[in-house]
């Protein structure tokens, strides 16, 4: 059943108070995502333009100042379609800081790079990803069922379903929009290079082994990589590296910006296909990576998210750093506990150079326990 609620955002009282202080704010984010939603949501008095339309777009490209003269609050999606109206955009707020614009973009490689170049110190910028369990209301719901649908708006709302959902989000966005940006002739080459990548969700990235399967080298799995990552398909994890005794991991880990995207690449077609699956347990660590990144970009911050690895195989999943003190987590998908899950908690304040305020063993069962040094919290319940 198809639902017309609007799901708030935890990000919304960040932007409210950034616009008090900033003419403009600028939202990147995966397509899909729901910027433009929020926005009018939060703003519905600016009136709303999508470089989308291309009526709409040529007006703004042949007289950019008559387009961006129309209204004094103005909305424009997609505005990396039409970078000239940057410039324009930072000279009437310098003339007028009483003039508003709300900016979004799906391609960060474009879109930030304009408006770091063309609006310094002027916007403030903001970067929304697929929903938190909280916000597209699934808590409590069946493990599988979550990791295979993902947390797209569309889909937490019942406005559509994963199965047409994600082979339209392939074909339309990664085969079309991110394969024409890299003037990529081969797209089975390139198609298996993100599937490939969907395979190793939680792993170490190695671009020459990468490249070794693809057929190309590891510079072009390098720029391919970047490109996917500022696309918000793909997300790499910064190992935790301060200045220690102890060898530790510099590689970075690879994961999906959405379970569900990843479940489609890597050819899984049902729930029930997923439980089975080998992949399972590092598609629910995914999950649970990207809702301790979400809760720093909800905040309005960047990074602070990091995994513990050293050379001799200790190894923690999540690091979340705030405010100089750390969040350490372990994700395990059993349903059972086990004590040898709170082995590495038990030691990792030993391992790192700050304080670890919360130590937390993440994972599908049910039994709960929030007394003691280690927490143990389904999934669900995570709460950040």
């Known amino acids: 059943m198809v639902s017309d609620i609007y799901l708030e955002r935890n990000i919304e009282e960040v932007i409210k108070e950034a616009s008090k202080y900033f003419s403009v704010i600028s939202v990147t984010g995966p397509r899909q995502s729901g910027k433009s939603t929020m926005l009018m949501h939060m703003f519905p008095h600016y009136e709303y333009f999508s470089m989308k339309d291309m009526n709409i777009r040529d007006f703004a490209e042949n007289d950019p100042v008559a387009f961006l003269n129309k209204h004094q609050h103005m909305m424009i999606d997609e505005v990396q379609k039409v970078p000239v109206l940057l410039e324009y955009i930072q000279g009437i707020v310098d003339k007028d800081p009483a003039r508003k614009f709300l900016l979004t973009g799906s391609s960060n490689f474009q879109m930030l790079h304009s408006v770091?170049?063309?609006?310094?110190?002027?916007?403030?910028?903001?970067?929304?990803?697929?929903?938190?369990?909280?916000?597209?209301k699934q808590e409590g719901r069946?493990?599988?069922?979550?990791?295979?649908?993902?947390?797209?708006?569309?889909?937490?709302?019942?406005?559509?379903?994963?199965k047409f959902f994600y082979p339209s989000y392939v074909k339309t966005y990664?085969?079309?929009?991110?394969?024409?940006?890299?003037?990529?002739?081969?797209?089975?080459?390139?198609?298996?290079?993100?599937?490939?990548?969907?395979?190793r969700v939680g792993a170490l990235f190695n671009a020459s082994e990468i490249g070794n399967?693809?057929?190309?080298?590891?510079?072009?799995?390098?720029?391919?990589?970047?490109?996917?990552?500022?696309?918000?398909?793909?997300?790499?994890?910064?190992?935790?590296?301060?200045?220690?005794?102890?060898r530790l991991v510099k590689t970075p880990k690879l994961y999906f910006n959405d379970t569900g995207l990843a479940c489609y690449l890597l050819d899984i077609e049902s729930p029930r296909q997923l439980a089975r699956d080998k992949m399972r347990g590092a598609i629910f660590e995914n999950l649970i990576v990207m809702e301790a990144l979400k809760h720093r970009h909800n905040q309005g911050k960047d990074g602070g998210v990091y995994f513990y690895r050293d050379s001799n195989a200790n190894e923690v999943d999540i690091l979340i750093k705030e405010e100089g003190e750390f969040i350490a987590i372990e994700v395990k998908s059993s349903e059972t506990y086990n004590k040898t899950f709170e082995k590495a908690l038990k030691k990792i304040d030993s391992w790192v150079n700050c304080p670890v305020k919360r130590k937390i063993v993440v994972y599908t069962g049910d039994f709960e326990n929030y007394e003691g040094d280690i927490e143990l919290v389904n999934y669900s319940n995570l709460k950040l």
């Open 116 to 136: 770091a170049e063309s609006l310094p110190g002027r916007a403030g910028v903001f970067e929304l990803l697929p929903m938190t369990q909280a916000e597209g």
């Open 142 to 162: 069946n493990i599988d069922e979550l990791l295979f649908n993902g947390l797209y708006p569309a889909i937490c709302t019942g406005k559509n379903v994963s």
């Open 174 to 199: 990664i085969e079309k929009d991110v394969r024409d940006f890299l003037h990529i002739q081969d797209q089975m080459q390139f198609m298996k290079f993100v599937k490939l990548c969907a395979a």
């Open 213 to 246: 399967e693809v057929g190309v080298d590891s510079k072009t799995i390098a720029r391919w990589l970047s490109v996917l990552q500022a696309s918000y398909i793909i997300t790499l994890l910064p190992p935790y590296y301060e200045n220690t005794t102890k």
